[in-house]
T-cell receptor, first 115, second 115 residues
Framework: AQSVTQLGSHVSVSEGALVLLRCNYS??????LFWYVQYPNQGLQLLLK??????LVKGINGFEAEFKKSETSFHLTKPSAHMSDAAEYFC?????????????FGGGTRVLVKP | GAGVSQSPSNKVTEKGKDVELRCDPI?????LYWYRQSLGQGLEFLIY????????KSGLPSDRFSAERTGGSVSTLTIQRTQQEDSAVYLC?????????????FGQGTRLTVV
């Protein structure tokens, strides 16, 4: 069975500082990997996804993530935090040969941006 | 509509009552998913529909939970004899393809409170 671990349920960053959200997965075969963002009282929105084409993936809103097979990681970064980045972020995996995109989510990391 | 629509947005029900939650996927999307988001369990997959195929019900937590999808479009998630542990946000998602790397578009969810 697959699992996803997000280190840190809460992260506080200053506006303009680096945002780093950690995600590690457990799977015998590298899965497809996703980062979703959830703003208050809203559904999930896809930030970016890894589908084996390139290890460094660029997404929306200036976010990017790097897939590292040796570390089974897919950490999310943004060079400079903006107040609008305050939200909850979820890392998710989908099995490589699954029927359908059945996502297994990490526990989420809530980001607070300080002015 | 342009996105996944869920209704009602909020539902309060008494323990033991049945509830129905509705999801209207994006037009043309063949795949539809239900997830549950709760404080204790995080985001969990419940059920997956793809076209006219038999649904993948592997995530349903008990036989009190059921779902159907009529005409390959609208879906209804039914919870019978609700319990307090059923209190959660129920999220619906749809995607155009059936592959494990397709983007799932999420609705805003139905917040269910069982009192």
């Amino acid at each position: 069975a697959q699992s996803v671990t997000q280190l840190g349920s809460h992260v506080s960053v200053s506006e303009g500082a680096l945002v780093l959200l950690r995600c590690n997965y457990s799977s015998s075969v590298p899965p497809y990997l996703f980062w979703y963002v959830q703003y208050p009282n809203q559904g999930l929105q896809l930030l970016l996804k890894y589908t084996s084409a390139a290890t460094l993936v660029k997404g929306i809103n200036g976010f990017e993530a790097e897939f590292k097979k040796s570390e089974t990681s897919f950490h999310l970064t943004k060079p400079s935090a903006h107040m609008s980045d305050a939200a909850e972020y979820f890392c998710a995996v989908s099995p490589y040969q699954a029927a359908g995109n059945k996502l297994t989510f990490g526990g989420g990391t809530r980001v607070l941006v300080k002015p | 509509g342009a996105g996944v629509s869920q209704s009602p947005s909020n539902k309060v029900t008494e323990k033991g009552k049945d509830v129905e939650l509705r999801c209207d996927p994006i037009s043309g999307h063949t795949a539809l998913y239900w997830y549950r988001q709760s404080l204790g369990q995080g985001l969990e997959f419940l059920i997956y529909f793809q076209g006219n195929s038999a649904p993948d019900k592997s995530g349903l937590p008990s036989d009190r939970f059921s779902a159907e999808r009529t005409g390959g479009s609208v879906s209804t998630l039914t919870i019978q004899r609700t319990q307090q542990e059923d209190s959660a946000v129920y999220l619906c998602a749809s995607s155009y393809g059936a592959g494990p790397n397709t983007e799932a578009f999420f609705g805003q969810g139905t917040r269910l409170t069982v009192v």
